[in-house]
């Protein structure tokens, strides 16, 4: 296992991640023009609000999962199942680099 790579990917994945986070949260909190004052044109302008914060709230989890991820390679622990000890398969980590559980315990 290449943890250099995966080190790699978790860097370049959370800067997408960040950059993403950073524009859902200009478009929920910083918005170009200000809500329209008619109450039928607010719900127009803000009625997919709750999908962009879903979405902010996602990315942050994300971004926090892969900052785990990078402190279990710090500490050489990653690849390693958090709940049962065991080696997570390289396959699994390839397509989640920031898992944190082995297969079995995810299930």
Known sequence: MDIKQFESELIQLKSELQ??????HKHIYQKDQPV?????????????????????AEG???IAQI??????IQDGSFGQCQN????????????IPYTS?????AS
């Open 60 to 62: 942050l989890e994300e």
């Open 84 to 95: 049962c000890g065991k080696a997570i398969d390289e396959a699994r980590l390839e397509a």
């Open 36 to 56: 329209s004052a008619n109450f039928n044109e607010q719900i127009k302008e803000t009625e997919n609000d709750g999908l962009v914060m879903a979405l902010e």
């Open 19 to 24: 950059s993403r986070v950073s524009r859902t």
């Open 67 to 72: 900052d785990r991820a990078l402190s279990r």
């Open 101 to 105: 559980n082995c297969i079995a315990c």
